[in-house]
């Protein structure tokens, strides 16, 4: 056997990816690590005055040689290597500051020691998030689902009181509670897949009216919009950064628009066809958005939204659906690499089936936005 024909191919597992005994097969590498490695790229490209990585590599060194290759190995969307703990601190130190060389923590002023201190704490968690994905579940593409800690509250919209069937009355011998949710197609799509990937966590799932203190506390996941949902309605209304609203139209009595804010701002409406027994809707619109728990900073709020519940339901399978899953996780690892965002997304529905986002597809994007970089309309 000629050496090299048929050397087993390792994957590094500490780029998030799986080790293969074929032949040739390079697997892409979790979207933990290109999160991280897309972090340390805009860290460099958005520093004034731009940075080469040759310029980045001179100033690392003061404290111990870098080389210019090293640093193109960390910043590699297609094949990242993970940077050393103490690295990512050395990063902190150069961009917590407007100075052009490294800054001993015991010299940095009161605000350019708070940046550091955020700075520092994000990229260690995204470097630690390389691992646990590493670690984690068999589900590629799951990393938008992946807790590290828990509890982890889906909170669904309750359907109106003159749409419950007869066994969603309590009365009832075969009283099922279930019969009360709305969008219901979405709540299973998403909760068996965030129970799978989270097999060591406390997933549950809760109507508004029962959410408490400790639901609020946690990771907390939204689905359904403003009219059936009142937690959806809040939310919206205190992500004052969001610059994406749900809005009721005189026009429209199945559902609430999208409306983008500022100078340029749109409306995202619905399709239609007609046919013979009225209005088809062929496309919905759908909006993902991940931010901060303005209960605990430390927990995230997850929004699944629709007009309809075919752009809820879309808005799920964008990260659950295994055809576009993998993909579309590298998408948002790539150009959200802090991990707040929010997307507004087309969703076909095809024979009345909602069909899953592929970002990829630029006319799948209808708006997407992100606390450090200005919304962009597709």
């Not at 293969?20 to 460099?44: F, M, Q, T, Y």
């Not at 589900?139 to 003159?162: M, N, Q």
């Not at 055809?323 to 507004?344: D, K, M, Q, T």
């Amino acid at each position: 056997m000629s050496s090299g024909v048929y050397t087993r191919c390792t994957v590094i597992d500490h780029i998030g990816a799986r080790e293969v005994n074929n032949p040739g097969v390079i697997l892409a590498p979790s979207a933990e690590a290109v999160r991280l490695a897309s972090k340390l790229r805009d860290l460099r490209e958005s520093h004034e005055p731009r940075l080469t990585q040759a310029m980045l590599a001179d100033a690392l060194s003061a404290e111990r040689p870098v080389a210019v290759a090293t640093i193109s190995s960390w910043e590699s969307l297609t094949t990242p290597k993970l940077p050393p703990a103490e690295r990512l601190h050395s990063y902190a130190l150069f961009f917590c500051t407007d100075r052009p060389q490294l800054v001993p923590e015991t010299e940095l002023s009161a605000d350019e020691l708070r940046h550091y201190q955020d700075l520092h704490q994000e990229l260690i968690g995204l470097r630690d998030a390389v691992h646990g994905g590493a670690r984690g579940s068999s589900l590629s593409g799951s990393s938008t689902w992946k807790f590290e800690d828990g509890p982890i509250t889906i909170i669904c919209p309750e359907a109106p009181r003159v749409d419950w069937p007869p066994l969603a009355n309590e009365k009832d011998p075969n009283y099922t509670r279930m019969y009360r949710y709305a969008d219901l197609d979405a709540l299973i799509e998403l909760w068996g897949h965030i129970r799978a990937v989270n097999p060591d966590l406390t997933v549950v799932h809760r109507l508004p009216s029962e959410v408490t203190a400790d639901h609020l506390s946690g990771h907390l996941v939204v689905l359904g919009g403003i009219a059936w949902n009142e937690l959806a309605k809040r939310l919206l209304k205190t992500f004052r950064e969001l610059p994406v609203s749900q809005v009721e139209v005189a026009d429209l009595d199945t559902g609430e628009i999208f409306r983008s804010s500022g100078a340029g701002g749109r409306e995202f409406r619905p399709l239609w066809e007609e046919a013979e027994d009225g209005r088809v809707l062929v496309e919905d619109v759908a909006l993902l958005a991940r931010l901060r728990n303005p209960f605990n900073h430390s927990r995230t709020v997850t929004i699944c939204n629709g007009i309809h519940s075919r752009g809820v339901l879309g808005s799920v399978r964008a990260l659950t659906d295994l055809n576009v899953r993998e993909r579309n996780e590298a998408y948002l690892a790539e150009h959200f690499p802090g991990g707040s965002f929010a997307l507004l997304m087309r969703v076909p529905v095809v024979s009345g089936a909602a069909l899953s986002p592929d970002l990829e597809i630029a006319s799948y994007r209808l708006y997407e936005w992100s606390p450090s970089k200005k919304a962009k309309a597709e």
